[in-house]
């Protein structure tokens, strides 16, 4: 069972950046998705950014393109989610996840979740 670890949440004020950390507990470069989502208060699980090894791509949601930049480190077997001009609607507990398998719209793996809070 593969374990995810985010860390690198807080609180910050509009306009400030984050960096959120995925550590996880096998090799980075066997996971051919890793994702990040968020969850606000009241409001369903949403994609935030993902990161595909098989073409090297990265894909984003309209609402932080140009904003948030997801970049993987084999070596530390973490992904990251950089994170700036932070909006108080980014406020949510950020999740990491990650799969195996390409072609599949699921995520078998989950972190716990680090909070993010944006002030205004």
């Known amino acids: 069972q593969v374990q995810l670890v985010e860390s690198g949440g807080g609180l910050v004020q509009a306009g400030g950046s984050l960096r959120l950390s995925c550590a996880a507990s096998?090799?980075?470069?066997?996971?051919?998705?890793m994702g990040w989502f968020r969850q606000a208060p009241g409001k369903e699980r949403e994609f935030v950014a993902a990161?595909?090894?098989?073409?090297?791509?990265?894909s984003y949601a309209d609402s932080v393109k140009g904003r948030f930049t997801i970049s993987r480190d084999n070596a530390k077997n973490t992904v990251y989610l950089q994170m700036n001009s932070l909006k108080p609607e980014d406020t949510a507990v950020y999740y990491c996840?990650?799969?195996?398998?390409?072609?599949?719209?699921?995520?078998?793996?989950w972190g716990r979740g680090t909070q993010v809070t944006v002030s205004s």
């Open positions: 996840a990650a799969d195996k398998r390409d072609l599949t719209t699921t995520y078998a793996y």
């Open positions: 096998e090799p980075t470069f066997s996971m051919q998705r």
């Open positions: 990161s595909r090894r098989s073409i090297g791509r990265t």
